[in-house]
């Protein structure tokens, strides 16, 4: 795992952008298609805006799987995470293949078709992001760090709730659902590459703990420490609360 440390959320996007493009398009060029995990989210926004105007990528090649998504949530909810997909990715690039987690449907018959096709290939890149309370996908802590599962539902924490609401997706707490289908950890791990874009102040608290403190359920995203190919993209912000010892200790 590595740790890149940027100025500011455009320089931080530009950069992520253009590792996760290499990506796609070294995927492509090997096996003749990429296969790509895809986050969704704030903390997304530049990110995807500027790999959907990349031309250099054949998007006819990429398949992409959803991360996670909230139970009960139409697709037409300004919060639903596959209208956040359609809006920003899906139909930006005219993307054919990709495998949106229906919140409509009874959640073992999603889980278990998104399940069949995400286990036919490897993944190449995940693109992914850590919540406020160090949450990957919705893997709120303490995270299941053992299921072998690719899907699982999740309940989801008062805090991941509150972020949710925070990030201007629901009026208010009651709006928020409480249970979401989720991408395991062990299947987050299991891609090839992982770009975790975590700009902004209010994920510094998250970091410190993640990659500061020791690998724990308490701290989900801790469990990147363990990927070899997995950069997590900060701005000043978000990495201002991480100790110089800590990032040592992390680079050597």
């Not at 500011?8 to 090997?30: G, H, P, Q």
């Not at 926004?45 to 990349?54: K, M, N, P």
């Not at 629901?170 to 590459?193: C, D, G, Y």
């Not at 990659?211 to 990147?224: E, N, T």
Request: glycine residues 4%; neutral net charge; contains cysteine.
């Amino acid at each position: 795992m590595q740790i890149a440390i940027f100025p500011d959320k455009k320089s931080l996007a530009k950069v992520a952008a253009a590792e996760a493009s290499e990506a796609l398009r070294n995927a492509i060029t090997k096996r003749g298609q990429a296969r790509l995990i895809a986050a969704t989210g704030a903390a997304q926004f530049d990110f995807l805006d500027l790999i959907t105007q990349d031309r250099s990528i054949d998007w006819s090649k990429v398949e992409m799987f959803h991360l996670d998504e909230y139970i009960g949530i139409p697709v037409d909810h300004p919060a639903s995470f596959r209208k956040f997909l359609l809006d920003r990715l899906i139909n930006k690039t005219g993307m054919t293949r990709y495998h949106l987690l229906d919140g409509d449907r009874d959640p073992k018959e999603v889980i278990a078709s998104v399940t069949k096709e995400i286990q036919k290939a490897p993944i190449d890149v995940a693109f992914v992001g850590i919540g406020e309370n160090g949450h990957l996908a919705f893997n709120d802590p303490p995270a299941d760090f053992q299921t072998e599962e690719a899907y699982i539902v999740v309940d989801l924490d008062e805090a991941c709730r509150k972020q949710q609401m925070g990030e201007g997706w629901f009026k208010n707490i009651e709006e928020v659902p409480r249970r979401a289908i989720s991408m395991t950890v062990k299947q987050v791990l299991r891609a090839e590459k992982i770009i975790a874009i975590v700009p902004e102040r209010r994920k510094a608290e998250a970091i410190a703990k993640c990659f500061g403190g020791d690998i724990s359920p308490m701290a989900p995203s801790s469990i990147l420490r363990t990927h070899k190919n997995a950069v997590i993209y900060l701005d000043k912000d978000s990495a201002s609360l991480l100790k110089p010892e800590a990032l040592e200790r992390l680079s050597a």
